[in-house]
């Protein structure tokens, strides 16, 4: 049993563990002394299993290719169904399953829906591709009433258990991805259609089963959408990506965030005070509905907002690039996992503090226990092919359990639970205690006590005159946000790298070009009417007019008459360049006639 856990507290956990050398097995947390805790499945290829939301079914890919459902609970087989079975997914409460197969195999039909409780097919479809972020195809709503499927310029609808005869149709133009709202009816379609040569893209959010439009939004550079929807089906977050970012300043291409409302109240982009990519945004599961955007270049910034879209709470920054909320909602993690370094943060939404930290290295795959205590965060197979195994911490941070493997980790994941089953408890008054130290040991202990890099006289102990020790990102604290002083914040375009070539000026347009001859000229114009009220120094060679302070005065304003002349000369086209010449040769020879008076009084 693991040192610090009750096992008598409340019900097991089950965590499923799958392994090349130990096959697949449930496991329970924390398992009872004199237990042995664990539950034996069939041995399965090394596709994912896929588990019911509820944690009650799961469904497997044996040696044949065929999917067989099993109860988590006595790991019996259910049912049985398909052949050359490369993909699958389950429909919201677990009553129907969605297979896909390659077109090679089983062409024509490669596409197949079925009912769980007794394997019998509910309808076939043709579908050559199978695209990881449109999967699954066929889309339930929460309560299994409608499926909803994408055809030419069409999102047919059917009865939940009835796929495949069509209820009604929806016409959108062009339709790419779309997405059905949570909760209960009436429900909201959002779609997107990408853009083109000739035209913009288009999302949009629609009524059910009508059709009619509720908001839509012009977009260019939109060649494919993630879609969010809130729990309970009051707004959506939409994630449009192109593969070309125009400005170049990202390898991955661009990415824009948009929020629109179910109720067509709103519908708007959201602006970013941050410049770089947006990495993740997640709605909270449950509870006030809110979202979180992962925003920035590196390190990240992390801002939560309310249902209005209005930021309300900024984590601050740090190295992160995804989101992880906890089933009950109250807690978040956010991440830094891949190319980062594994830096782990968990925040209460609701108090909106720190209440855990940890160094989660190698990180593949993360779960949250259905308790929303404690974490799993593994390294697995084929993401990496060493140091795989997994971690178990609670949820403050404190590392409860490793187990390594010597060959590899297939997958490694908390099931989850029924809604209900374990109450949403907020966080232990140690938690915050030990959240503080945590989080130290996680960025590397005190760092007065790390080796300092080493820094030239001239910026030790704080002096910075050349700028050369200054952040290249000033570092945002956690804390409340004033959505005026958000709404007067700009992206900056990052900090100028010493060294770096200059950028390019872009070429300006004839419009620009007539509109800088127009404004140069007024200036010109401007100047020499304020120059003509001075005294006229070659008036009175010898009188009173000759006076020092005027001629110097005049002398000024003829150098700054010169000085924009002879950049409307440089920055004008061959026609501009010609007009100028002329005027600046006057302008010098009344100068020397000035300087050479001056110099004789």
Known sequence: ?????????????????????????????????????????????????????????????????????????????????????????????????????????????????????????????????????????????????????????????????????????????????????????????????????????????????????????????????????????????????????????SYYGETNLFFLDSSGNLDQRIELPRAGAIFDAKWAPRGNPQFIVVYGSQPARATLFNAKCEPVFDFGQGAWNCINFSPHGRFVALCGFQSLSGDVEVWDRNTEQLVGAAKMVHTTSFSWSPCSRYIIAATSFPRLRVDNGYRLYEYNGTLLETKDFDKYLLQCEFLPAASGVYPDRPASPRSLELAKKNAEGAKGGDASAKAQPYRPPAARQGADPLGFVRSRSVKVAPGKVDAAVWKSQKASKGAVVPGAPAEEPKALTASQKKNRRKKAKKQEQKASEEAEKLPNPTEGATGEGDDVTALQKRLRNLKKKLRKAQERKQNGDTAEQSEVAHSVGTIEKEIDDIEKKIAVM
């Open 1 to 249: 049993m693991v040192k610090g856990v009750n096992a008598n507290a409340g019900q097991l956990r089950r965590i499923l563990v799958r392994s090349s050398e130990e096959g697949s097995c449930i496991r329970n947390f924390p398992a009872a002394d004199g237990e042995g805790g664990e539950l034996n499945f069939p041995e399965v290829k090394s596709e994912l299993v896929v588990i019911s939301q509820d944690g009650s079914k799961a469904i497997c890919v044996n040696r044949d290719s065929e999917a067989i459902v099993l109860d988590t609970a006595t790991g019996k087989e259910v049912s049985k169904f398909g052949k050359d079975i490369s993909h699958v997914a389950l429909s919201p409460l677990g009553s129907f399953a969605l297979t896909w197969a390659r077109y090679s195999t089983a062409p024509g039909e490669n596409l197949c829906a079925w009912n769980v409780g007794t394997g019998e097919p509910l309808a076939k479809f043709s579908q050559k591709d199978y695209q990881p972020k449109k999967w699954p195809t066929i889309q339930w709503t929460d309560d299994e009433s409608l499926a909803g499927r994408t055809v030419k310029n069409e999102v047919h609808f059917y009865d939940g258990d009835k796929v495949g005869n069509v209820k009604f149709k929806v016409a959108v133009p062009k339709v790419d991805c779309f997405a059905i709202s949570r909760g209960h009816a009436p429900y909201r379609l959002a779609t997107l259609a990408p853009d083109n040569s000739s035209e913009p893209g288009k999302l949009a959010i629609r009524k059910l089963p009508d059709g009619e439009l509720v908001s839509t939004k012009s977009l260019f550079r939109a060649e494919a959408a993630q879609f969010s929807w809130s729990s309970t089906g009051s707004a959506a977050l939409a994630t449009v990506t192109n593969e070309e970012d125009p400005t170049g300043q």
